[in-house]
């Protein structure tokens, strides 16, 4: 079974530029997720997608964060205008079911440097 | 804010010896998760507990869980040097609609061989 797919591994860009990140669940998986890790803390959840719908973004800073997931698979996580506190790790997950019992799929993350 | 509080914050131990974590957190839980976090495979679920589970057990890990102390401990036996990773606890709030996971800031554990 693959895994959750993200890209690109690893971006730097300078402060005020912009970036996406892309995110591929694994199959048959409704729930996604896209956390924030700065260096030396837990995953933070930015957002959480059911399908193709938001059940969760209160924690997305969407003056300069935005989400979508169409289609209800591939998810892409935007930034703009970056901010040098935005270097972090990306983390996109996902799970069969929102119910809290089903454990999350991490990627590998996108490790973002904002200079 | 960050549900989970992981302790001790950094914990160094040798190859063959037991581990031990724990995790407070504020709120009632549906249940509780631990995860470890290395370069190699990165954020992976190892064990999940239910709020009316005390303990369990998953090979070499143990998780114990006390609802009265809100805290929570994980148990690694017989360490290996491939142990050696950052373990997280996370939390989904009872009575949430999304089961959001919450996790704490980790303990970074060091199996020297």
């Known amino acids: 079974e693959a895994g959750v797919a993200q890209s690109p591994r690893y971006k730097i860009i300078e402060k005020r530029q912009s970036v996406a990140f892309w995110c591929n669940p694994i199959?048959?998986?409704?729930?996604l997720y896209w956390y924030q890790q700065i260096l030396g803390q837990g995953p933070k959840l930015l957002i959480q997608f059911q399908n193709n719908g938001v059940v969760d973004d209160s924690q997305l800073p969407k003056d300069r964060f935005s989400a979508e997931r169409l289609k209800g698979v591939d998810s892409t996580l935007k930034i703009q205008p970056a901010k040098l506190e935005d270097s972090a790790v990306y983390l996109c997950?996902?799970?069969?079911?929102?119910?809290?019992?089903?454990?999350?799929?991490f990627g590998p993350g996108t490790r973002l440097t904002v200079t | 804010s960050q549900q989970g509080e992981e302790d001790p914050q950094a914990l160094s131990i040798q190859e063959g010896e037991n581990a031990t974590m724990n995790c407070s957190y504020k709120?009632?839980?549906?249940?509780l998760q631990w995860y470890r976090q290395n370069s190699g495979r990165g954020l992976v679920h190892l064990i999940l507990?239910?709020?009316?589970?005390r303990e369990k057990h998953s090979g070499r890990l143990r998780v114990t869980l006390d609802t009265s102390k809100k805290s929570s401990s994980l148990l690694i036996t017989a360490s290996r040097a491939a142990d050696t990773a950052s373990y997280f606890c996370a939390t989904v709030l009872q009575g949430g609609s999304n089961y959001k996971l919450t996790f704490g800031k980790g303990t970074l554990l060091t199996v020297n061989p």
């Open positions: 507990i239910r709020s009316n589970e």
């Open positions: 199959s048959g998986h409704a729930t």
């Open positions: 997950a996902s799970s069969f079911t929102s119910g809290g019992s089903y454990e999350q799929y």
């Open positions: 709120t009632s839980i549906n249940n």
